[in-house]
Protein backbone atom coordinates (compact mmCIF):
# COMPACT_ATOMS: atom_id res chain seq x y z
CA UNK A 1 0.00 0.00 0.00
CA UNK A 2 1.41 3.54 -0.56
CA UNK A 3 2.01 5.46 1.94
CA UNK A 4 -0.50 8.21 0.33
CA UNK A 5 -3.64 5.72 0.65
CA UNK A 6 -2.32 4.70 4.26
CA UNK A 7 -2.84 8.02 6.04
CA UNK A 8 -5.79 8.54 4.07
CA UNK A 9 -6.97 5.85 5.72
CA UNK A 10 -5.68 6.42 8.65
CA UNK A 11 -7.98 9.68 9.02
CA UNK A 12 -11.02 7.58 8.42
CA UNK A 13 -9.58 4.92 10.64
CA UNK A 14 -9.06 7.35 13.77
CA UNK A 15 -9.11 4.70 16.45
CA UNK A 16 -6.60 4.32 19.53
CA UNK A 17 -6.65 7.64 20.69
CA UNK A 18 -3.56 7.43 22.70
CA UNK A 19 -1.51 7.97 19.63
CA UNK A 20 2.09 6.19 19.43
CA UNK A 21 3.82 9.36 20.17
CA UNK A 22 2.81 8.83 23.59
CA UNK A 23 4.11 5.08 23.84
CA UNK A 24 5.64 4.88 27.21
CA UNK A 25 7.72 1.42 27.58
CA UNK A 26 5.67 -0.94 29.53
CA UNK A 27 6.79 -1.29 33.06
CA UNK A 28 8.83 2.22 32.89
CA UNK A 29 6.23 4.16 34.03
CA UNK A 30 8.03 5.78 36.91
CA UNK A 31 9.12 8.65 35.49
CA UNK A 32 5.83 10.08 34.14
CA UNK A 33 2.49 9.83 36.26
CA UNK A 34 1.05 6.83 34.81
CA UNK A 35 -2.35 7.04 32.95
CA UNK A 36 -4.99 5.10 34.03
CA UNK A 37 -6.81 3.39 31.12
CA UNK A 38 -9.34 1.30 33.07
CA UNK A 39 -10.78 1.43 36.37
CA UNK A 40 -12.69 -1.06 38.14
CA UNK A 41 -14.42 0.20 41.06
CA UNK A 42 -16.02 -2.72 43.31
CA UNK A 43 -17.50 -4.77 40.95
CA UNK A 44 -19.47 -7.75 42.03
CA UNK A 45 -20.58 -10.49 39.03
CA UNK A 46 -23.02 -13.32 40.37
CA UNK A 47 -24.36 -16.21 38.52
CA UNK A 48 -27.71 -16.79 39.28
CA UNK A 49 -29.47 -20.49 38.40
CA UNK A 50 -32.92 -19.76 38.51
CA UNK A 51 -32.89 -18.71 41.83
CA UNK A 52 -31.52 -21.92 43.05
CA UNK A 53 -27.66 -21.16 43.28
CA UNK A 54 -25.71 -17.85 42.82
CA UNK A 55 -21.83 -18.02 41.81
CA UNK A 56 -20.47 -14.54 43.63
CA UNK A 57 -17.33 -15.08 40.62
CA UNK A 58 -16.12 -11.79 41.08
CA UNK A 59 -16.59 -9.92 44.38
CA UNK A 60 -16.16 -6.27 45.62
CA UNK A 61 -13.36 -6.02 42.62
CA UNK A 62 -11.57 -2.75 42.41
CA UNK A 63 -8.32 -3.10 40.45
CA UNK A 64 -6.49 -0.33 37.87
CA UNK A 65 -4.82 -0.97 34.65
CA UNK A 66 -2.51 1.77 33.51
CA UNK A 67 -1.95 2.71 29.82
CA UNK A 68 0.93 0.62 28.54
CA UNK A 69 0.90 -2.11 30.76
CA UNK A 70 0.76 -5.82 30.65
CA UNK A 71 -1.04 -6.60 33.90
CA UNK A 72 -1.49 -10.48 34.46
CA UNK A 73 -4.68 -12.06 36.04
CA UNK A 74 -3.30 -15.09 37.48
CA UNK A 75 -5.26 -17.61 39.94
CA UNK A 76 -6.42 -21.70 39.86
CA UNK A 77 -9.62 -22.61 37.66
CA UNK A 78 -12.87 -21.33 38.31
CA UNK A 79 -11.32 -18.29 40.43
CA UNK A 80 -13.13 -15.21 38.31
CA UNK A 81 -10.39 -14.57 35.74
CA UNK A 82 -12.69 -14.96 32.65
CA UNK A 83 -15.59 -13.02 34.49
CA UNK A 84 -13.54 -10.59 34.69
CA UNK A 85 -12.28 -10.02 31.36
CA UNK A 86 -15.55 -10.20 30.49
CA UNK A 87 -16.92 -7.86 32.00
CA UNK A 88 -14.45 -5.65 31.11
CA UNK A 89 -15.28 -5.87 26.85
CA UNK A 90 -19.05 -5.83 28.30
CA UNK A 91 -19.99 -9.54 27.42
CA UNK A 92 -21.25 -9.62 30.62
CA UNK A 93 -22.91 -6.98 32.57
CA UNK A 94 -21.92 -6.18 36.41
CA UNK A 95 -24.50 -6.30 39.42
CA UNK A 96 -22.52 -4.34 41.12
CA UNK A 97 -19.84 -1.16 40.80
CA UNK A 98 -18.43 0.08 37.62
CA UNK A 99 -15.83 -0.02 34.98
CA UNK A 100 -14.40 3.11 33.84
CA UNK A 101 -12.72 3.26 30.15
CA UNK A 102 -10.61 7.18 30.37
CA UNK A 103 -13.29 8.04 33.23
CA UNK A 104 -16.40 6.77 31.33
CA UNK A 105 -18.74 4.76 32.98
CA UNK A 106 -19.22 1.69 30.54
CA UNK A 107 -21.18 -0.37 32.72
CA UNK A 108 -24.03 1.93 32.58
CA UNK A 109 -23.83 2.69 28.90
CA UNK A 110 -26.58 1.42 26.61
CA UNK A 111 -24.98 -0.20 23.31
CA UNK A 112 -25.65 2.70 21.06
CA UNK A 113 -23.33 4.87 23.81
CA UNK A 114 -21.06 2.04 23.89
CA UNK A 115 -20.93 1.29 19.94
CA UNK A 116 -17.61 4.26 19.45
CA UNK A 117 -15.64 2.62 22.05
CA UNK A 118 -16.05 -0.98 21.37
CA UNK A 119 -13.36 -0.49 18.86
CA UNK A 120 -11.36 0.59 21.49
CA UNK A 121 -11.66 -2.43 23.75
CA UNK A 122 -10.76 -5.77 22.60
CA UNK A 123 -10.32 -9.52 23.45
CA UNK A 124 -8.18 -12.60 22.28
CA UNK A 125 -9.85 -15.88 23.55
CA UNK A 126 -7.83 -19.06 24.86
CA UNK A 127 -9.87 -21.01 21.35
CA UNK A 128 -10.08 -19.21 18.35
CA UNK A 129 -12.34 -22.12 17.31
CA UNK A 130 -14.99 -21.16 19.34
CA UNK A 131 -14.98 -17.07 19.21
CA UNK A 132 -14.77 -17.08 14.74
CA UNK A 133 -16.99 -18.16 12.58
CA UNK A 134 -15.40 -21.40 10.84
CA UNK A 135 -17.60 -20.95 7.74
CA UNK A 136 -16.18 -17.79 6.92
CA UNK A 137 -12.66 -17.09 5.24
CA UNK A 138 -10.49 -15.39 7.00
CA UNK A 139 -10.62 -12.41 4.81
CA UNK A 140 -14.66 -12.12 5.06
CA UNK A 141 -13.67 -12.11 9.53
CA UNK A 142 -11.15 -9.54 9.30
CA UNK A 143 -13.45 -6.92 6.96
CA UNK A 144 -16.37 -7.33 9.07
CA UNK A 145 -15.60 -5.18 12.14
CA UNK A 146 -14.51 -2.74 9.26
CA UNK A 147 -17.79 -2.61 7.81
CA UNK A 148 -19.45 -2.30 11.25
CA UNK A 149 -17.18 0.43 12.51
CA UNK A 150 -15.47 2.46 9.90
CA UNK A 151 -18.41 3.03 7.04
CA UNK A 152 -16.20 5.53 5.34
CA UNK A 153 -13.89 3.00 4.15
CA UNK A 154 -13.88 1.54 0.64
CA UNK A 155 -14.42 -1.99 -0.11
CA UNK A 156 -10.71 -1.84 -1.36
CA UNK A 157 -9.13 0.35 1.27
CA UNK A 158 -11.19 -2.73 3.60
CA UNK A 159 -9.65 -5.21 1.72
CA UNK A 160 -5.85 -3.64 1.72
CA UNK A 161 -5.96 -3.02 5.76
CA UNK A 162 -6.83 -6.43 5.91
CA UNK A 163 -3.71 -7.86 4.03
CA UNK A 164 -2.05 -5.46 6.16
CA UNK A 165 -3.24 -7.03 9.14
CA UNK A 166 -2.25 -10.94 8.11
CA UNK A 167 1.19 -9.10 7.76
CA UNK A 168 1.06 -7.62 10.63
CA UNK A 169 0.59 -10.94 12.27
CA UNK A 170 2.67 -12.77 10.43
CA UNK A 171 0.75 -14.79 7.94
CA UNK A 172 0.98 -14.54 3.89
CA UNK A 173 -1.77 -12.06 2.64
CA UNK A 174 -3.01 -15.25 0.97
CA UNK A 175 -4.64 -16.72 3.48
CA UNK A 176 -7.45 -14.77 3.21
CA UNK A 177 -8.90 -17.00 0.87
CA UNK A 178 -8.81 -19.72 3.39
CA UNK A 179 -10.96 -21.08 5.77
CA UNK A 180 -10.16 -21.08 9.52
CA UNK A 181 -10.12 -24.79 9.57
CA UNK A 182 -7.31 -24.66 6.84
CA UNK A 183 -5.09 -22.98 9.54
CA UNK A 184 -3.35 -25.01 12.57
CA UNK A 185 -4.14 -23.44 16.18
CA UNK A 186 -1.13 -20.91 16.05
CA UNK A 187 -2.25 -19.47 13.04
CA UNK A 188 -5.69 -19.38 13.86
CA UNK A 189 -4.86 -17.44 17.01
CA UNK A 190 -2.57 -15.05 15.02
CA UNK A 191 -5.81 -14.88 12.65
CA UNK A 192 -7.56 -13.78 16.49
CA UNK A 193 -4.98 -11.40 17.31
CA UNK A 194 -4.93 -9.85 13.96
CA UNK A 195 -9.04 -9.31 14.65
CA UNK A 196 -8.45 -7.67 17.71
CA UNK A 197 -6.08 -5.39 16.27
CA UNK A 198 -7.73 -4.56 13.36
CA UNK A 199 -9.52 -1.63 15.02
CA UNK A 200 -6.71 -0.10 16.17
CA UNK A 201 -7.70 -0.59 19.73
CA UNK A 202 -5.93 0.44 23.03
CA UNK A 203 -6.72 -2.47 24.99
CA UNK A 204 -6.58 -5.96 24.94
CA UNK A 205 -8.40 -8.66 27.20
CA UNK A 206 -6.51 -11.71 26.27
CA UNK A 207 -7.78 -14.92 28.18
CA UNK A 208 -5.50 -17.67 27.95
CA UNK A 209 -4.23 -16.67 24.73
CA UNK A 210 -2.03 -19.55 24.35
CA UNK A 211 -3.32 -22.35 26.62
CA UNK A 212 -4.59 -24.17 23.71
CA UNK A 213 -1.17 -24.16 21.82
CA UNK A 214 2.06 -26.43 21.77
CA UNK A 215 5.18 -24.57 24.17
CA UNK A 216 7.49 -23.93 20.98
CA UNK A 217 3.88 -22.09 19.44
CA UNK A 218 3.46 -20.30 22.58
CA UNK A 219 6.94 -18.52 22.44
CA UNK A 220 5.93 -17.17 19.10
CA UNK A 221 2.52 -15.93 19.90
CA UNK A 222 3.71 -14.47 22.70
CA UNK A 223 6.91 -12.94 21.40
CA UNK A 224 3.92 -10.98 18.76
CA UNK A 225 1.96 -10.21 21.55
CA UNK A 226 4.94 -8.20 22.86
CA UNK A 227 6.10 -6.99 19.45
CA UNK A 228 2.67 -5.46 18.71
CA UNK A 229 2.50 -4.25 22.51
CA UNK A 230 5.13 -1.52 21.58
CA UNK A 231 4.40 -1.30 18.04
CA UNK A 232 0.74 -0.18 18.45
CA UNK A 233 0.53 1.17 22.34
CA UNK A 234 -1.51 -1.18 23.60
CA UNK A 235 -2.21 -2.40 26.74
CA UNK A 236 -2.99 -5.73 28.26
CA UNK A 237 -4.91 -7.54 30.74
CA UNK A 238 -3.29 -11.24 30.22
CA UNK A 239 -5.47 -14.03 32.00
CA UNK A 240 -3.66 -17.31 32.36
CA UNK A 241 -3.59 -19.75 34.76
CA UNK A 242 0.30 -20.79 33.73
CA UNK A 243 2.32 -18.11 36.15
CA UNK A 244 5.33 -18.91 33.54
CA UNK A 245 3.23 -17.46 30.55
CA UNK A 246 2.35 -14.64 32.72
CA UNK A 247 6.25 -13.88 33.35
CA UNK A 248 6.85 -13.29 30.31
CA UNK A 249 4.98 -10.42 29.67
CA UNK A 250 3.42 -9.07 32.64
CA UNK A 251 4.50 -5.97 34.38
CA UNK A 252 2.38 -6.35 37.22
CA UNK A 253 0.56 -9.11 38.02
CA UNK A 254 -3.68 -9.76 40.00
CA UNK A 255 -4.14 -12.84 42.14
CA UNK A 256 -7.51 -13.94 42.48
CA UNK A 257 -8.72 -16.26 44.88
CA UNK A 258 -12.84 -17.73 44.90
CA UNK A 259 -13.57 -14.19 42.97
CA UNK A 260 -11.44 -11.83 45.33
CA UNK A 261 -8.19 -10.21 44.48
CA UNK A 262 -5.58 -10.81 47.32
CA UNK A 263 -2.62 -9.64 45.91
CA UNK A 264 -1.57 -6.91 43.46
CA UNK A 265 1.70 -5.67 42.36
CA UNK A 266 4.85 -5.54 40.64
CA UNK A 267 6.05 -8.84 38.76
CA UNK A 268 9.03 -8.10 40.39
CA UNK A 269 7.74 -7.61 43.87
CA UNK A 270 5.15 -10.81 43.72
CA UNK A 271 7.47 -13.02 42.23
CA UNK A 272 9.99 -12.39 44.13
CA UNK A 273 8.11 -11.68 47.64
CA UNK A 274 4.89 -12.86 47.22
CA UNK A 275 3.02 -12.04 50.60
CA UNK A 276 -0.13 -13.77 50.53
CA UNK A 277 0.22 -17.47 51.33
CA UNK A 278 -2.25 -18.20 48.35
CA UNK A 279 0.24 -16.49 46.27
CA UNK A 280 3.07 -18.15 48.01
CA UNK A 281 1.45 -21.78 47.48
CA UNK A 282 1.07 -20.40 43.47
CA UNK A 283 4.56 -20.17 42.93
CA UNK A 284 6.00 -23.14 45.17
CA UNK A 285 3.30 -25.24 43.19
CA UNK A 286 4.89 -23.39 39.55
CA UNK A 287 8.21 -24.44 40.87
CA UNK A 288 7.68 -27.53 42.10
CA UNK A 289 5.61 -28.82 38.71
CA UNK A 290 8.72 -27.28 37.21
CA UNK A 291 10.98 -29.94 38.90
CA UNK A 292 9.29 -32.46 39.68
CA UNK A 293 5.72 -32.43 38.72
CA UNK A 294 3.62 -31.92 41.77
CA UNK A 295 1.94 -29.41 43.25
CA UNK A 296 1.93 -28.20 46.75
CA UNK A 297 -1.25 -26.46 46.87
CA UNK A 298 -3.35 -28.93 48.90
CA UNK A 299 -7.19 -29.38 48.78
CA UNK A 300 -9.80 -28.18 46.49
CA UNK A 301 -11.24 -24.84 45.36
CA UNK A 302 -14.72 -23.94 48.01
CA UNK A 303 -17.55 -24.08 45.96
CA UNK A 304 -17.97 -20.12 45.00
CA UNK A 305 -21.52 -20.61 45.43
CA UNK A 306 -21.06 -21.23 49.53
CA UNK A 307 -17.75 -19.90 49.84
CA UNK A 308 -16.03 -19.97 53.56
CA UNK A 309 -16.56 -16.99 56.21
CA UNK A 310 -13.63 -14.49 56.42
CA UNK A 311 -10.67 -14.99 54.68
CA UNK A 312 -11.85 -16.81 51.21
CA UNK A 313 -8.81 -18.98 51.64
CA UNK A 314 -8.59 -19.97 55.37
CA UNK A 315 -9.60 -23.59 54.62
CA UNK A 316 -6.40 -24.33 52.53
CA UNK A 317 -4.04 -21.54 54.27
CA UNK A 318 -1.01 -23.39 56.32
CA UNK A 319 -0.92 -20.01 58.55
CA UNK A 320 -4.80 -20.07 59.12
CA UNK A 321 -5.33 -17.59 62.65
CA UNK A 322 -8.53 -17.48 64.37
CA UNK A 323 -9.19 -14.09 63.02
CA UNK A 324 -9.18 -15.40 59.60
CA UNK A 325 -12.12 -17.54 60.30
CA UNK A 326 -14.28 -14.91 61.48
CA UNK A 327 -13.09 -11.48 59.39
CA UNK A 328 -12.46 -10.74 55.81
CA UNK A 329 -8.68 -9.12 55.13
CA UNK A 330 -8.79 -6.40 52.76
CA UNK A 331 -6.29 -5.53 49.83
CA UNK A 332 -4.01 -3.59 52.19
CA UNK A 333 -1.07 -1.42 50.59
CA UNK A 334 2.60 -3.28 51.94
CA UNK A 335 4.93 -0.74 49.74
CA UNK A 336 4.36 1.52 46.93
CA UNK A 337 2.09 0.26 44.24
CA UNK A 338 2.27 -3.68 46.49
CA UNK A 339 -1.27 -4.46 48.06
CA UNK A 340 -1.96 -8.35 49.80
CA UNK A 341 -5.33 -9.24 51.27
CA UNK A 342 -4.05 -11.25 54.75
CA UNK A 343 -3.74 -10.28 58.34
CA UNK A 344 0.01 -11.73 58.51
CA UNK A 345 2.43 -9.16 59.03
N1 LIG B 1 -22.18 -18.82 32.72
C1 LIG B 1 -21.98 -19.23 33.97
N2 LIG B 1 -23.01 -19.62 34.74
C2 LIG B 1 -22.84 -20.02 36.02
N3 LIG B 1 -21.64 -20.05 36.63
C3 LIG B 1 -20.57 -19.66 35.91
C4 LIG B 1 -20.69 -19.24 34.54
N4 LIG B 1 -19.44 -18.92 34.08
C5 LIG B 1 -18.60 -19.14 35.10
N5 LIG B 1 -19.26 -19.58 36.20
C6 LIG B 1 -18.68 -19.87 37.51
O1 LIG B 1 -18.08 -18.68 37.99
C7 LIG B 1 -16.86 -18.94 38.63
C8 LIG B 1 -15.74 -18.18 37.93
O2 LIG B 1 -15.58 -18.70 36.62
P1 LIG B 1 -14.53 -18.12 35.57
O3 LIG B 1 -14.78 -18.80 34.28
O4 LIG B 1 -14.58 -16.64 35.60
O5 LIG B 1 -13.15 -18.62 36.20
P2 LIG B 1 -11.68 -18.69 35.57
O6 LIG B 1 -10.77 -18.15 36.60
O7 LIG B 1 -11.67 -18.03 34.24
O8 LIG B 1 -11.44 -20.26 35.42
P3 LIG B 1 -10.56 -21.07 34.32
O9 LIG B 1 -9.12 -20.94 34.74
O10 LIG B 1 -11.06 -22.46 34.45
O11 LIG B 1 -10.83 -20.47 32.98
C9 LIG B 1 -16.68 -20.47 38.59
O12 LIG B 1 -17.17 -21.00 39.78
C10 LIG B 1 -17.56 -20.89 37.42
O13 LIG B 1 -18.04 -22.20 37.61
MG1 LIG C 1 -11.22 -18.73 32.32
Not at 180 to 209: H, K, M, T, W, Y
Amino acid sequence: MSKKNSSQMAEKMEGNESGNAETQEPGKMAATVPEKLITIDHVTKIYRDGGRSAVKAVDDLCLDIYKGETLGLVGESGCGKSTTGNLLVRLLQTDEGSITYRGQDITKMSEKQFHPLRRNIQMVFQDPYSSINPKKKIGWLLEEPLVIHHKKLSKEERQEKVKEMLRVVGLDEEYRNRYPRQLSGGQRQRVSIALALILNPAFIVADEPVSALDVSVQAQILNLMKKLQKEYSLTYLFISHDLNVVSYLSDRIGVMYLGNLVELGSWEQVSTRPRHPYTQALFAAANAEESNGTPLLQGDVPSPSDPPSGCPFHTRCPQCMERCRREKPVLTEIEDGWKAACFLE
